[in-house]
């Protein structure tokens, strides 16, 4: 058995995998894709003292860090169920998709998130290619520039505030008749100057020329007439999904989803944490999720040194 099971392999679970291997106790990694949405990510260049960087070589410096430890990686891996120990002080068990068991004495979390899609034709084609998911990690690459932001809600309303003060031009795009985010915010966003606010409006197709971006077509749902708006950019804002349905009913989620922690990374199953973009941590970006995977982590060791 583990001494700390780590499920999950991103910034998260490789930060939590180098800081239990650094207590010198039986440290393992299940992971479905060792380095996460990392993989999917062109540019980083919020990591602290990483200037600029790109996802797979970001992906690549994480695993050798991991593996420059004694660290037992098993890429490929899909935990199903989780079994919480049947006694105070036993092993907490992790069942795989290809049927294997693992058991641990401790377990943390660390299955990350995924945007949810708006599924339309040229979303997949120009993704990283003028098609973005956070605001605050491609904003800039978009300054003086025209985009269009989809989703009305709190995190859509926030992301279009956000890139109204770096591009030239925001259109908000929402399907719903009205803006759902706080009144706030829909205040603020209307207060600005190089803001547009298309809502009741369906999303039809992002279209692009030359590997590029260069459109946004929306059909209006009132009247049924298409737009098209020429921009550079469209951020998809319509929710962020916790990889948590093989937790559900095992480990107390919000209504989000997401696993619910303190601020150590506990959970509310003894032995059992959890660190990153799967967690109620606010705030879904590399840096923190490095810093949570370190969290859970010493508090996995301190949960076994009382055990
Ligand atoms: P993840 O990176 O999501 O990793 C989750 C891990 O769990 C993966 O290994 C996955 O395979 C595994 N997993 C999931 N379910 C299971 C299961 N059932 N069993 C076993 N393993 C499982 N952040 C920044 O700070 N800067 C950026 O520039 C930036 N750009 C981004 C660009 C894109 C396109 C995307 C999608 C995200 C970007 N982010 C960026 C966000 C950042 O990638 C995440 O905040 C970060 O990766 C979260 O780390 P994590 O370890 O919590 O989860």
Redesign the pocket.
């Known amino acids: 058995a583990f001494d700390v099971l780590i499920?999950?392999?991103?910034?998260?679970?490789?930060a939590a995998a180098v800081y239990a291997a650094r207590k010198g106790i039986r440290t393992g990694v299940?992971?479905?894709?060792?380095?996460?949405?990392?993989n999917?990510?062109?540019?980083?260049?919020?990591?602290i003292s990483v200037l600029e960087t790109d996802?797979p070589k970001f992906a690549a410096a994480l695993e050798a860090h991991t593996r420059a430890y004694n660290v037992d990686i098993m890429n490929l891996?899909?935990?199903?169920a989780l079994i919480p120990a049947s006694q105070p002080g036993g092993l907490i068990e992790v069942k795989?998709?290809n049927g294997g068991a693992l058991k641990a004495k401790s377990v943390i979390l660390?299955?990350?998130?995924?945007?949810r899609n708006v599924n339309v034709p040229g979303e997949a084609e120009y993704?990283?290619k003028g098609v973005?998911?956070?605001p605050?990690?491609?904003g800039p690459l978009f300054k003086g520039k025209r985009v269009s932001v989809i989703g009305g809600g709190n995190s859509g309303v926030e992301a279009a505030i956000d890139l109204a003060g770096v591009v030239a031009h925001v259109t908000l795009v929402e399907f719903a008749e009205q803006l759902k985010a706080d009144a706030v915010l829909v205040n603020k966003l209307k207060s600005l100057p190089n803001v547009t606010i298309h809502t009741n409006a369906q999303t039809t197709e992002i279209t692009g020329a030359e590997g590029k971006v260069n459109g946004l077509k929306f059909k209006d749902r009132a009247t049924g007439q298409e737009h098209l708006v020429p921009l550079e950019g469209v951020f998809v804002q319509i929710g962020l999904v916790p990889?948590t349905d093989?937790l559900k009913g095992t480990v107390n989620l919000s209504k989000f989803g997401e696993i619910e922690i303190d601020a150590k990374g506990h959970t509310n199953v003894p032995g059992v944490f959890a660190?990153?973009?799967?967690?109620t941590v606010p705030y879904?970006?590399?840096?923190?999720?490095?810093g949570?995977?370190a969290t859970a982590a010493l508090s996995a060791f301190d949960h076994l040194i009382r055990a």
Request: with cysteine; net charge negative; aromatic share 8%.
């Open positions: 499920i999950g392999g991103g910034p998260a679970g490789a299940a992971a479905e894709r060792f380095g996460g949405q990392v999917d990510t062109l540019g980083i260049e919020n990591y996802g891996q899909r935990a199903e795989l998709a660390s299955t990350g998130a995924r945007w993704k990283n973005a998911y956070c605050h990690c491609d990889n093989w660190a990153g973009d799967c967690t879904k970006q590399i840096v923190i999720a490095a949570a995977g």
